[in-house]
């Protein structure tokens, strides 16, 4: 195989209770990459259409994730990257994951698979580091895995897939305001009290719970956020106002995606999914926000081949 095109998905990370820990995969939503071989030994990246982003390797989190394998299987040859940019930089729905799993998930194809999904989730977070300031897995993992993961180390890299009800379904708000990532972090306090963390590894527990016995009462009741939502979410104009039309209209639980803007909701079924789009579009609407919004399926599968040659 000389030559593939993928599929790199948007994933959603943190999903409430799960700060930097869950994060769960789209279907729609997501870039396209082409990887060939080249003579030359290492990685550049040949081509970014959709978007302005770096071709410098060090700089791009597709060059960084893939010179990190490169340096665990050192070859004669080396590899071209095509990046066709969907997902916005900055919208939270890990735009930069779906360049460092993809770049990482091509090479190892065109190598003949000689790491699993899991080993590359070492590599991927390497080029999310260099988005994010450290690396971390919360929105890689899911895209390598699909579905929902729980990433339960960092050091060493300990990452369960966990299973999902078919009928599970996000739908993604993006309002589409600057907010800066470094901004969402400086937000954030560096101490929990013991009465929330209790809370919250309380509803993360009984969410993933949730997942395995297909309890969509408790998982409603579990996608709950004590931490970091009440100081992010005001970052996120009418955060409150747009929560409520989600839940009235039949969401189990809405949240931020990853650090915003987008936020998320988790639906039961296609019809409550339409109802919720519609109640979300009709309230922001209202505030006067350009936004875009997906419906999605919980992308068991994960990052996808399109074609190969
Ligand atoms: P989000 O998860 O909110 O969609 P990210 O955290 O993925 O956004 O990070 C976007 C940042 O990463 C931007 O500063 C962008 O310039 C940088 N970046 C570098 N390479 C890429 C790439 N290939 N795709 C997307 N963002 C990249």
Redo the contacts with the bound molecule.
């Keep these: 195989m000389e030559e593939i095109k993928i599929f790199a998905p948007a994933s959603v990370a943190n999903v409430s209770c799960g700060f930097d820990v869950l994060g769960f995969c789209l279907d729609p939503v997501g870039d396209e990459m082409i990887i060939r071989k080249i003579e030359t030994p290492g990685v550049k990246i040949s081509k970014i259409v959709g978007q302005k982003?770096?071709f410098e390797i060090k700089?791009?989190?597709?060059g960084v994730a893939a010179e990190a394998m490169l340096a665990a299987c050192p070859l004669k040859f080396g590899f071209e990257i095509e990046?066709h940019?969907k997902?916005?930089?900055?919208?939270?729905?890990?735009?930069?994951?779906?360049?460092a799993a993809g770049a990482v998930f091509g090479i190892n194809q065109l190598l003949g698979k000689p790491f699993s999904a899991h080993d590359l989730i070492q590599f991927a977070m390497e080029g999310e580091g260099?988005?994010?300031g450290s690396p971390h897995a919360d929105?890689v993992a899911p895209v390598l895995l699909g579905g929902f993961t729980l990433v339960r180390s960092m050091n060493p890299v300990d990452v369960i897939k966990l299973p999902c009800p078919s009928e599970l379904k996000a739908i993604i708000l993006h309002p589409k305001i600057e907010l800066k990532?470094m901004h969402a972090r400086e937000i954030l306090k560096k101490n929990v009290s013991l009465k929330k963390a209790v809370t919250q590894w309380g509803n993360l527990a009984a969410f993933i719970s949730a997942l395995y016995t297909e309890d969509f009462d408790l998982m409603s009741r579990s996608l709950v956020d004590e931490i970091v939502e009440p100081m992010r979410s005001l970052l996120i104009p009418e955060f409150e106002k747009l929560k409520t039309a989600a839940v009235e209209a039949g969401a189990l639980g809405f949240g931020i995606s990853?650090?915003g803007p987008s936020v998320y909701a988790l639906a039961n079924g296609i019809q409550d999914t339409n109802a919720i789009a519609d109640s979300l579009s009709s309230s922001i609407n209202q505030v006067g926000i350009d936004f875009e919004i997906h419906i999605s399926a919980i992308n068991n599968q994960g990052i996808k081949v399109i074609s190969c040659k």
């Design positions: 982003l770096p700089k791009n989190v597709a990046i940019k997902i916005k930089a900055g919208s939270g729905i890990g735009s930069s994951a779906a360049s260099l988005a994010s929105n990532t990853g650090s």
